[in-house]
């Protein structure tokens, strides 16, 4: 798990149970993408919650939420410059 520490002490994560984020503080926690079955059984990632694109199609939903959380790591994650950063 990816923490995010900023300057003002704001943490910034993708949530995962492997650590109790209350003990950080108060929490808020939004949504970051929508990972959906198209008609075909096909899977996609949709990160427009944060802005993004969205990705797939995937064979399995295993792929399109490692794909979520990798763009999520890559794009959402480490830039406090994105409106949903705030």
């Not at 923490?3 to 109790?20: A, F, H, M, Q, T």
């Not at 808020?28 to 919650?49: C, F, K, N, Y």
Request: aromatic share 6%; glycine share 10%; with cysteine.
């Amino acid at each position: 798990m990816q923490l995010l520490i900023e300057p003002g002490g704001r943490v910034r994560c993708l949530y995962d149970e492997c650590l109790d984020l209350r003990s950080l503080g108060s929490l808020q926690i939004a949504r970051g993408s929508h990972v959906e079955p198209t008609g075909e059984g096909q899977w996609m990632a949709d990160l427009a919650p944060v802005g993004g694109p969205v990705l797939g199609p995937f064979p399995r939903r295993t792929r399109a939420l490692a794909a979520e959380r990798q763009w999520l790591e890559t794009h959402w994650l480490v830039s406090c410059d994105h409106p949903s950063a705030r």
